[in-house]
Nanobody
């Protein structure tokens, strides 16, 4: 059973940065994705990292500001978030895909089997 542990959320001022971490253990996976959910909104896929070919994916809302990367030795995927705005405020979740991965659907929750507990990111002055 794959387990995901997230960390790195918090309160940051507009224009600031945070780095989220997602450490996986227990089983292999094909991809790790990051999603976020703001109050009253649907869960949104914002970035994903395919371990099969190293491809990365970004939503337009975060492209150029967020960077996803992986440390193989630590089995951890990071989401570096720069130039944050209040619109980035949400609970952020990492998710792993094993056996369901389809690159063209990287931002769809249905292709991710395992989910972390979520970490709150608040951007406010």
């Amino acid at each position: 059973q794959l387990q995901l542990v997230e960390s790195g959320g918090g309160l940051v001022q507009p224009g600031g940065s945070l780095r989220l971490s997602c450490t996986a253990s227990g089983s292999p996976y094909y991809a790790i994705g990051w999603f976020r959910q703001a109050p009253g909104k649907e869960r949104e896929g914002i970035s994903s990292f395919s371990t099969t070919d190293g491809r990365t994916f970004y939503a337009n809302s975060v492209k150029g500001r967020f960077t996803i990367s992986r440390d193989n030795a630590k089995n951890t995927v990071y989401l570096q978030m720069d130039n944050l705005t209040p619109e980035d405020t949400a609970i952020y979740y990492c998710a792993a895909s094993f056996g369901l991965w389809i690159a063209s659907e990287w931002d769809q929750t249905r292709i991710y089997n395992y989910w972390g507990q979520g970490t709150q990111v608040t951007v406010s002055s």
